[in-house]
Each structure stands twice: as structure tokens, then as C-alpha cells.
Nanobody, 124 residues
Framework: QVQLVESGGGLVQAGGSLRLSCAASGRTFSSYGVGWFRQAPGKEREFVGA????????YYGDSVKGRFTISRDNAKNTVYLQMNSLKPEDTAVYYCAAKLWTQSMVDGAAYDYWGQGTQVTVSS
């Protein structure tokens, strides 16, 4: 059974940093990509970014480019989302998800596996 478990959320002041982790288990993920999404109250789910497990290719949403970085540690089967220069509008529940890596990783509906989410709150 595939499991994705996020951790690292919390409360941080604007301008601060947080690192989220997504620990994966239950299968071989070499052909997969891991995406990060977020959803704020009353808003639609938003694509944050994605990484290819095999090649470490990354994509980012426009709202986080230059501030967020996705990386992975194959030995630990873990993907990280480093978030810097956080803004109050980054406040949301952050989810990691996994699917086979393709040219299109933006559509959340295409993902097969999801974590439970972790809350990130940025105070002004």
C-alpha cells in the first residue's frame, strides 16, 4: 500500500522559512513524480511544484517561483519543499501527491496517491 506522509508544517512569520517533507513508502517510485499542492480556505487547490523522482527535474507554479525549492533524497524516499520568503498568502494546507512522471504534472486530478496534508500558517 502506497503511503505519503507530510510533515514540517507550522506557524511562521512573514519573511521566514519552513521545510516540508513528504515521506513515501509502499512501492518503487523511480518512474514517478511527486507534486506539491496547497489549498487555502475558500480557494481552489493550487499547484505549487513537482519533481521527477528519477531525473530531479522540477516545475514550479508562478506564485512560488524563486522562493520555493523542491528536492528529493532517494535514499530516504523523501521529497522536500523548502519555502523561503514566506508571505501571508502562502497560508494553506500543503499536500504532496504522486503519479507517473509526464510532461504535465500540474493537474491534481491526475495524481494517484495523496498525503494527508500539513498546515502552514504565515503571520503578518
Amino acid at each position: 500500500q502506497v503511503q505519503l506522509v507530510e510533515s514540517g508544517g507550522g506557524l511562521v512569520q512573514a519573511g521566514g522559512s519552513l521545510r516540508l517533507s513528504c515521506a513515501a513508502s509502499g512501492r518503487t517510485f523511480s518512474s514517478y513524480g511527486v507534486g506539491w499542492f496547497r489549498q487555502a480556505p475558500g480557494k481552489e487547490r493550487e499547484f505549487v511544484g513537482a519533481i521527477s523522482w528519477r531525473y530531479s527535474i522540477t516545475y514550479y507554479g508562478d506564485s512560488v517561483k524563486g522562493r520555493f525549492t523542491i528536492s528529493r533524497d532517494n535514499a530516504k524516499n523523501t521529497v522536500y519543499l523548502q519555502m523561503n520568503s514566506l508571505k501571508p498568502e502562502d497560508t494553506a494546507v500543503y499536500y504532496c501527491a504522486a503519479k507517473l512522471w509526464t510532461q504535465s504534472m500540474v493537474d491534481g486530478a491526475a495524481y494517484d496517491y495523496w498525503g494527508q496534508g500539513t498546515q502552514v500558517t504565515v503571520s503578518s
